[in-house]
């Protein structure tokens, strides 16, 4: 009973490709999220999604598109890869706002992903 | 400009003691402030969430303090095991009450038998 699922774990492609990564979760959440962890396993946002709509969208280059079908799923699709885009992608879901017992964010197992 | 700093890389430490990491941030006002575990391969799993008008908050071996006015947030681990041995991130949302969360460095914390 996984709450937030990505696939694939791992992607290994040339440089130039496109790919796609997909996030969906079961927990009813509302805010759905995409992260970057470099390999000095810094994290950081770069999109947001809420009830499918985008609602953060941070300096990423446009090669990157998030698309969101419906609340549960949120996909990420990179156009013409670079060497620069390997990294570990992770998807999170929240509650719209955080309780005083809600896991505040949810995250998935990780994409990693190696562009050669 | 903006910062969040753990305060150090890593942190070893002897079973049985508490272990206290550090969050510092500047330049945030942030409506609430979470910490996370990460074990290596794994992503984040969330332990606890703190807001503004709260000092302190526990749950059962952990307990998170939040001083707004120094601006720091300090995260204990009592009794400390080999089992906590991971990576501790501190995280914060970027305006108060947006779903922009800013991470910390993270502290790799490791716990000596």
């Known amino acids: 009973d996984t709450a937030v699922s990505q696939t694939p774990k791992y992607l290994v492609t040339q440089m130039g490709n496109d790919k796609s990564i997909k996030c969906e979760q079961n927990?009813?959440?509302?805010?759905m999220y995409w992260y970057k962890q470099d390999s000095k396993k810094f994290l950081k946002i770069m999109f947001s999604?809420?009830?499918?709509?985008?609602?953060i969208n941070e300096t990423v280059p446009n090669r990157f598109s998030p698309k969101s079908p419906d609340k549960a799923h949120l996909n990420l699709h990179i156009n013409s890869l670079e060497l620069g885009d390997s990294a570990v992608y992770f998807c999170?879901?929240?509650?719209?706002?955080?309780?005083?017992?809600?896991?505040?964010?949810?995250f998935g197992p990780g994409t990693r992903l190696l562009v050669l | 400009s903006q910062k969040i700093e753990q305060n150090s890389e890593a942190l070893n430490i002897q079973e049985g003691k508490t272990a206290t990491l550090t969050c510092n941030y500047t330049?945030?006002?942030?409506?609430?402030l979470q910490w996370y575990r990460q074990d290596p391969g794994r992503g984040p799993v969330f332990l606890l969430l703190?807001?503004?008008?709260?000092k302190e908050k526990r749950k059962e071996r952990l307990k998170v303090t939040f001083d707004t006015t120094l601006k720091q947030s300090l995260f204990h681990i009592t009794a400390s095991q080999p089992a906590d041995s991971a990576t501790y991130l501190c995280?914060?949302?970027?305006?108060?009450?947006?779903?922009?969360?800013?991470f910390g460095t993270g502290t790799r914390l490791k716990v000596l038998a």
């Open positions: 927990l009813g959440h509302d805010t």
């Open positions: 999604y809420n009830n499918k709509e985008l609602i």
């Open positions: 330049n945030y006002s942030p409506a609430y």
């Open positions: 703190i807001r503004e008008n709260e």
């Open positions: 995280a914060l949302d970027e305006t108060s009450g947006t779903y922009k969360y800013i």
């Open positions: 999170a879901s929240s509650p719209q706002i955080p309780g005083p017992s809600d896991g505040s964010q949810y």
